[in-house]
């Protein structure tokens, strides 16, 4: 098989997108694990579960400091609601997808042409083509574990023998890839992180590649071109033709089509590719330096100050709070009584 420089772009098109979103939801997911201990602490303290030790923690009160309440109660509520559009976002376009897909499928041939099980058996495609009864040229590939590859009777008219195995051959590769799966991923992190830089022209520039590393597979790494262009005309140019849904997890062959066009019509033409702009540098560079930049944060907004007696600091953390206090009783000749979630007084 000749070597596909495309897929290997589209590979690395592709860990490119998965690291961006691995390095941001672990962000967001250390944002909210740090949130969620404040939340922990503060509501210990206002259901009465934390008390006072000597003054050690008298002046945690929404009074006393309500910049850091109304931060930590604001940011709870967007984690949520991020959390929440995510996994409606997710949901919303899975059933889109599969609506589609169900609708199309709803007039599929009970048996399948003889021109298109020979081709099938050629191609190793058995069991994996479902032809549907429509005058309109429809193909694509779709599923996420085992994809398939819709074809309707309207395209097998319309196309020659050897324009229909090249067409087959393009939905074939995105078949044996799970483009499909794929294309689901990177479409949900991208409406989810839609305000990371550089993403979309990421998502973008793997749409291109994905679509000309199967037109290397139908055309034989475009040593024979003629099928392939000649069957994306007749699709393109049919009155009938089906409009594409680019916000579908499926693969459609008339995806991306200035840069085939472009490469099918001139031999010398060489499509440039950018895996590295100063956006994707930015993102880059967000990932490596936010971790830092959430502790400052909340060091800095969750430090209530000195005490006003000795000066003594106690810092909002459950962990030790009981040895602070606990210290901070020794120092003041204070008589204690305390356990994990209570510290009193004796007076």
């Not at 929440?84 to 042409?113: D, H, P």
């Not at 594409?244 to 472009?262: C, H, Q, T, V, Y």
């Not at 895996?275 to 907004?301: D, E, R, Y």
């Not at 909002?316 to 602070?324: F, G, T, V």
Request: proline share 3%.
């Amino acid at each position: 098989m000749l070597k596909n420089s495309f897929q290997k772009k589209t590979n690395l098109a592709f860990y490119q997108i998965m690291a961006i979103a691995i390095g941001f939801f672990s962000l967001i997911i250390l944002l909210g694990a740090m949130l969620l201990t404040k939340a922990i602490l503060f509501g210990q303290l206002l259901s009465g579960k934390l008390e006072s030790a000597c003054g050690c923690i008298s002046h945690l009160s929404f009074s006393s400091h309500p910049f850091i309440f109304s931060s930590l109660i604001v940011s709870s509520f967007i984690l949520a609601a991020f959390f929440g559009s995510v996994i409606y976002k997710i949901i919303k376009f899975k059933n889109s997808t599969s609506q589609f897909v169900k609708k199309n499928l709803k007039t599929r041939s009970k048996i399948t042409s003889s021109r298109l099980e020979i081709l099938s058996t050629v191609l190793g495609l058995n069991n994996r083509i479902v032809e549907i009864i429509s005058e309109q040229p429809v193909i694509f590939c779709y599923g996420f574990l085992k994809p398939k590859i819709c074809v309707s009777t309207g395209l097998t008219k319309r196309l020659s023998k050897k324009e229909l195995i090249a067409v087959l051959k393009h939905e074939q590769h995105h078949l044996r890839v799970y483009e499909p799966i794929k294309l689901f991923i990177i479409k949900v992190i991208s409406r989810v992180l839609f305000f990371v830089p550089g993403l979309k022209f990421l998502t973008d520039q793997y749409l291109t590649l994905s679509e000309l590393a199967a037109d290397h597979r139908a055309t034989n790494g475009f040593t024979d071109k003629a099928p392939l262009a000649q069957a994306l005309y007749k699709v393109i140019s049919s009155s009938e033709r089906l409009s594409i849904k680019n916000n579908l997890a499926l693969s459609f062959f008339g995806l991306a089509m200035e840069e085939r066009i472009n490469k099918l019509s001139d031999e010398d033409y060489k499509p440039k590719f950018k895996f590295f702009n100063t956006k994707l540098g930015v993102s880059f560079l967000s990932v490596l330096v936010m971790p830092f930049l959430f502790n400052i944060l909340f060091a800095s907004a969750f430090s209530l100050g000195n005490l006003d007696q000795n000066s003594v600091s106690c810092s909002l953390n459950q962990s030790n709070i009981s040895q602070q206090c606990e210290m901070l009783l020794q120092s003041f000749d204070c008589p204690f009584s305390h356990n994990s979630s209570n510290i009193t007084c004796i007076n």
